[in-house]
Nanobody, 120 residues
Framework: QVQLVESGGGLVQPGGSLRLSCAAS????????MGWYRQAPGKQRELVAV???????NYADSVKGRFTISRDGALNMVYLQMNSLKPEDTAVYYC??????????????WGRGTQVTVSS
């Protein structure tokens, strides 16, 4: 299986920046997409940004222009650069990976999450 470990979360002031990292290990050969999701207290988990093995990316409207997702060539390390952070960005951020198995089915893996708190 795939193991995902997030890092880089913390406490920042509004307007500040953080860079989250997600390291994938295990059966990473067939990973075709990785992304970041977040879940704030009392809210549903939502997509923040995704990047595919082909290099395309998508962002939630709420973070466009402020967040940037990037990866290494093997898609075993993914980053989320977060700028101009707002209090509403406060959430647990989760790394997600998708992998094709031998039958062509998608397997989904989640990291344990890293807390991002934006507060003065």
């Amino acid at each position: 299986q795939v193991q995902l470990v997030e890092s880089g979360g913390g406490l920042v002031q509004p307007g500040g920046s953080l860079r989250l990292s997600c390291a994938a290990s295990g059966s990473i050969f067939s990973i075709n997409a990785m992304g970041w999701y977040r879940q704030a207290p009392g809210k549903q988990r939502e997509l923040v940004a995704v990047v595919t093995s082909g290099g395309s990316s998508n962002y939630a409207d709420s973070v466009k222009g402020r967040f940037t997702i990037s990866r290494d060539g093997a898609l075993n390390m993914v980053y989320l650069q977060m700028n101009s952070l707002k209090p509403e960005d406060t959430a647990v951020y989760y790394c997600k990976a998708e992998r094709l198995d031998g039958l062509g089915s998608l397997l989904v893996y989640w990291g344990r999450g890293t807390q991002v708190t934006v507060s003065s």
